[in-house]
DNA sequence: CATAATACCTGACTAAAGTCAGCTATCATG
DNA sequence: CATGATAGCTGACTTTAGTCAGGTATTATG
């Protein structure tokens, strides 16, 4: 690795380490130290198993106790065994519990906002932060089913389109296009899967069923700042599991040669082109894959 | 600020957090407490002043003193009064002082290395690590003197030239263009400023003098991940105050059409434009601004 | 030149974090 | 169903970090 690189990631860890530092130390203004708000933090994430969250914040075992009973004794957790294990014990919050998660959520998005209010180019250092936060974090990112109409879900297709427009050369209006409806992408007849990176969809696919054994992929579109890390092939390996669950035999796609990376995907994963398949104005190139 | 934005911020908060915090404690693998290794690399980094690091560190004094005789102890650290002041000290790091502060120095690299190593679209990556580190920065840039002819002019002066040679319709070989030799850019006939972010060059400005009343502005040059901060309005007060200081009553530069934000901020400043003072292929706007 | 301010030091203290051995209750497994 | 592994708890402890009230020596200032 080349020297410069190396002082450049150091420049950058420098910059982030005082702005983390004070994030952190914003979480001492409740009156309680760190480390009994980093666990309601937890928990308030939805980590609720306390081994979870041992593993997660790297205490030792007998701390987390002790700050799980100060914390009962606050008022703000309460605890109990798991329902499936009796040696586990599950943490949630009471109602105070929530009401302080939520202060210091409040006090995160404070800090957010306040720090980006003052940046020029914010658009520009968004897209670094998410390139950045995702390429860290790309061992995290799950694929998981979604409903095509929730709101994660339409974030992408939005995004989908809008790239859509910008690269076909005719543009592109979904309205033109043959528009799957939603109930085509749900269960039993079809899937829509998302990939999440901490909360935030990076991706997705739709599965568009008929309920017979030929069904379609629609909808394959992966975050720019997310795109590299083969998560493309990952929804694509995911939506063919879906398909076999779904006991479909038979996957066919349209696409664009606007989009090269899509053909080099789908020619690779073991699509073979046949002909056209419908007549929606968009795609020129038909892919079809036997399971 | 959009809930969005918010929420992609503090993804990337929780992904650097990790990494920040991993970095933290690799410190902790030379048997020495995070406070007294902080110190180690704080005067490592150049920080002799005693009160300097204990601003930087945000430590007491109390404390501060402490962790110095525990280094001196060690054999690490010594201390000596300021030339200068006797109640203040500084300190120096001692032979074994700098053996244990290159041993950080290469822990910090190692990590650093390896996480670039195994990531995919690294120049992206860097690129966008760049604009956060310099955003979260950018009140911290400094303007300072240095000679042209130093590793961090020629690396600018590097990354002018290739940026000259994408933007320009005709492309652009420095031999063919009148290249001042660099005793023109350096006292007492001219000067060179390069803007420093945290040890790495983000821009820089020349001034090329010969002796008389009128100078020029030359390579004037910014960082794409610094553009935005004005940086480039910092860089150029700062060459007229160069010019005022070298008793140069008149300054001319050059330009080209291709460069509009050069155009525009040249006229912003002051500057006004007159007749084609040289025969340079590439130039083809020319101003001048009386001091 | 008296006085205030500054820079650092020392001692005495507290709070928070972390460690470790040993304990109980429960679960998994042959 | 004995045995070992696992999850969490408790008590006793150490280390680290941080605070605060004084103290000395030095410098700045009216």
Redesign the interface.
Known sequence: ?MPE????????????????GA?DSSFLGRGRPLGAARVVNAIGAGRTDVAEIRAYLGLDSGLMSRLLRSLEEEGLVTTETHPDDARRRVARLTEAGQREFSAYEEL??AR??A???R????P??????????????RDRIAIEEADPRSEAARTCLEAYYTELARRLKTGFDVKLSRDPEAKAMVRPRGAFLLAM????PVGCVGLKGSGGPVAEVKRLWIDPAA???GLARRLMEAVEAAARDLAIAVLRLDTNSALPEALALYRKAGWVEIDRFNDDPYPDHFFEKVL
Chains 1, 2 share one sequence.
């Open positions: 690795m690189s190396i002082a450049r990631f150091r420049r950058f860890a420098r910059a982030v380490t005082a702005e983390v994030l995160s998005d957010a906002s720090l980006l209010e940046a020029p180019r914010a520009e250092l968004l897209h670094a932060m998410d390139l950045v936060a995702l390429s860290l974090g990176a901490d909360g935030l795109r590299g890390f």
